[in-house]
């Protein structure tokens, strides 16, 4: 008897110990379960985490590439970078010997543009027949001057200059300045073609609202006046200079031929022996007999460049104020220019 009951309480203690040990080892078990999930889940946050990282990277990568990638625009085709000619203000008062004047030289070869007295040499004023050189232009260009067959008839009306008193041919005409002769042609060339290459050329104000000159009181002629004539139709001695730039500086947008037939009748035929030519019109306006407005444009080529001018001269008292002081004065300054 003694004997079961020591068996029972052993069988007891065996279970009890068995009971003990699995309820540590389920603990373990779950211990270890929860570690590997913990685990799991920051393996799982880690990849996702490293994953966002990598596709940062490769956005900030490809940001990179876009923001350092050359634009299309930065290839052949970008065009070159034009320079504005660099201003020099330059003493030349004397060749004008007390006249109020001002005058420009252009030259691109040396990216300079000097210019003696500039508050006058912005100033605009009225053309006057320096205009033929843009009329010629634009009358060849057009076909309403055929060099071959250019002469006009006179009307028979007797004017103060005796050349034009008989049929005139476009040489004659544009060496005489014959105002009847280009009065025909511009009234040809008409206004909307005028405007239009006015534009092209940003020719001064580009105003030729008074087609006719009534605004010229000097000349009530209709055969001898017009809006080029101390009319409505303004230019500076500065813009002077870059019109005969864009015509004549080897950039022109009109043809070859016509370029060439101009420059004909443009040459001076008083050329020195330095080898300088040089090409212009004169120009003089009046108000009310008093000269106002005397004007020498055009270009120069020696064997190394070509060059731009324009010399103007304003109303002086007691001074010789004319076109041909003007082209006296434009050309001692463009020789001695080629000289530097």
């Given at each position: ?9 052993f ?18 078990l ?10 799991s ?16 990277a ?47 030289i ?70 005489t ?10 009234d ?95 120009g ?57």
């Amino acid at each position: 008897m003694e004997k079961a009951r020591q068996i029972c309480v052993f069988c007891i203690l065996i279970s009890i110990f068995s009971l003990a040990g699995c309820s540590k080892e389920n603990e373990d078990l779950q211990t270890q379960q929860t570690m590997e999930e913990q685990m799991s889940d920051a393996d799982a946050q880690k990849a996702k985490t490293g994953q966002a990282e990598t596709q940062s990277a490769a956005i900030q990568t490809e940001e990179t590439e876009y923001m350092t990638q050359p634009a299309e625009t930065a290839t052949d085709e970008t065009p070159e970078e034009q320079t504005e000619p660099i201003t020099v203000e330059t003493d030349w008062s004397y060749y004008f010997d007390g006249i109020n004047g001002a005058a420009v030289i252009l030259d691109t070869t040396e990216n300079y543009c000097r210019i003696y007295n500039p508050e006058l040499a912005d100033t605009r004023r009225s053309p006057c027949s320096t205009f033929k050189i843009i009329s010629s232009l634009i009358a060849l260009e057009n076909g309403v001057i055929q060099v071959d067959d250019s002469t006009r008839e006179w009307s028979g009306e007797i004017f103060g200059i005796e050349e034009w008193n008989r049929d005139i041919d476009f040489s004659d005409a544009f060496r005489t300045s014959c105002v009847w002769y280009f009065r025909q042609v511009i009234d040809e060339i008409g206004q909307q073609v005028m405007e239009e290459e006015l534009s092209r050329l940003s020719y001064g104000n580009a105003d030729i609202s008074d087609w006719n000159g009534r605004l010229n009181t000097n000349n009530g002629n209709p055969a001898l006046t017009g809006f080029w004539l101390e009319s409505s139709l303004l230019i500076s001695p500065k813009e002077q200079a870059e019109v005969m730039e864009k015509i004549f500086g080897g950039k022109s947008d009109y043809s070859q031929q016509t370029i060439d037939q101009l420059e004909q009748v443009m040459l001076l035929p008083e050329q020195n022996e330095t080898g300088i030519l040089i090409y212009g019109k004169t120009g003089m306006g009046k108000t009310q007999g008093i000269v106002v407005d005397s004007w020498f444009t055009g270009f120069a080529d020696n064997a190394d460049k070509r060059i731009s001018f324009c010399v103007y001269l304003g109303e002086t008292d007691e001074k010789d104020v004319s076109s041909t002081k003007a082209r006296e004065i434009a050309i001692e300054i463009v020789s001695d220019y080629y000289g530097f």
